[in-house]
């Protein structure tokens, strides 16, 4: 008698290469799936920290706009002594041109860069000269550095820049609306508007829109309302 062989089948054999193949492809979209939520969670947590980083720096420097001491009015030497647009108007936004223009408190110190020295006895005078060319500060005066920072949002580029520089890439929108009140005797916030006189500004609510340029997700809009806490008319 011959002795029986033992082994697989053809059938046998084909079942498990299916098998084999599904499981394969299964594990493979498994796989895909997992990779492609990590690249789209990685691609939202980068958008959200930079959105942070940029608007919590504006908000940080709209909060400190109009700090140029004791007086609202200063008289800027570095433009013939006549009133200068920025200190009359420390936050304007440009519609035509996308920029957020700020006068600023330098706060970081004497030494951090600025545009600005105010020198002000707190009484009767302020006067605004042009960085390294003030003269020395008088007796009863202070001294405050005031800086203007200029961002502008480039729709072609995609991109925020700051003082010509570029900050941010990957932007699609940016957009700026002012809290007014009522009258200049009034704190609260009656509207949000495009324009707005000065001495009624409360607020700015800002508005960023991110891009992901691999489209690993949708755009992202983040808002910020920031207070105004100085006088600005």
């Known amino acids: 008698m011959k002795a029986r062989v033992k082994g697989f089948g053809l059938v046998e054999i084909l079942l ?8 394969s492809l ?5 796989f895909v799936s ?28 709209i909060s400190l706009a109009g700090m140029f001491g004791c007086l609202s009015n200063v008289t800027d030497a570095s433009n013939g002594g006549s009133f200068s647009e920025a200190f009359d108007e420390p936050v304007r936004w440009d519609a035509n041109r996308r920029s957020l223009t700020l006068a600023t408190a330098a706060v970081e110190g004497g030494g951090a860069w600025h545009t600005w020295v105010v020198h002000t006895d707190c009484v009767s005078a302020a006067t605004a000269y042009s960085s390294g060319k003030a003269p020395g500060v008088a007796a ?5 550095p005031i800086r203007r920072q200029v ?4 729709k072609a580029r995609g991109e925020l ?4 520089q570029p900050l941010i890439s990957h932007v699609r929108a940016f957009s700026v609306l002012f809290g007014v009140a009522h009258s200049r005797d009034q704190q609260s916030v009656a509207r949000y508007v495009a324009d707005a006189d000065s001495a009624l500004i409360r ?3 800002l508005t960023l829109t991110l891009f992901d340029p691999d489209a690993r997700m949708p755009e992202q809009t983040f808002s910020v309302v920031a207070a105004v806490r100085n006088r600005l008319g």
């Open 34 to 61: 997992a990779k492609s939520t990590y690249l789209s969670q990685t691609s939202s947590a980068a958008m959200q920290e930079d959105a942070r980083f940029i608007l919590s720096k504006i908000v940080r420097e």
């Open 161 to 164: 820049a700051l003082n010509g």
């Open 140 to 144: 009863g005066e202070l001294a405050l």
């Open 26 to 30: 299964a594990l493979m979209q498994v």
């Open 203 to 205: 607020s700015v609510r």
């Open 151 to 154: 961002y502008q949002f480039n």
């Open 16 to 23: 498990a290469l299916v098998l084999g193949l599904v499981m």
